[in-house]
Nanobody, 126 residues
Framework: QVQLVESGGGLVQAGGSLRLSCAAS????????MGWFRQAPGKEREFVAA????????VYADLVKGRFTISRDNAKNTVYLQMNSLKPEDTAVYYC???????????????????WGQGTQVTVSS
């Protein structure tokens, strides 16, 4: 069982930055690939970014590519999401997720993740 706790959300003006953190309880954090998803009111939860177990590979949604950066520190059992040039449309609850599937899976797919955090609110004002 893995517990994930997000932090770092808040209210920011358009063009500003925030860094989200997700602390994991897993004893073998490095065995999990990690992802960030978000859900705006009335919309489905959507993929934002993901990072491989070692941190050597990352993927991003087109909407955030070039503005957001995902990273991880396996020594601290933590994954981060640095968000720059924020836009009002980035407003959502941001969720951290962890998975350790083998074989074929997509880092972009919600179904590839087994554990989810409770979410942290990000609000971008115009």
């Amino acid at each position: 069982q893995v517990q994930l706790v997000e932090s770092g959300g808040g209210l920011v003006q358009a063009g500003g930055s925030l860094r989200l953190s997700c602390a994991a309880s897993a004893r073998t954090f490095s065995s999990y690939y990690m992802g960030w998803f978000r859900q705006a009111p009335g919309k489905e939860r959507e993929f934002v970014a993901a990072i491989s177990r070692s941190g050597g590979s990352t993927v991003y949604a087109d909407l955030v590519k070039g503005r957001f950066t995902i990273s991880r520190d396996n020594a601290k059992n933590t994954v981060y999401l640095q968000m720059n040039s924020l836009k009002p449309e980035d407003t959502a609850v941001y969720y951290c997720a962890a998975g350790n599937r083998a074989g074929s899976y997509s880092l972009r797919a919600r179904g590839s993740y087994d554990y989810w955090g409770q979410g942290t609110q990000v609000t971008v004002s115009s």
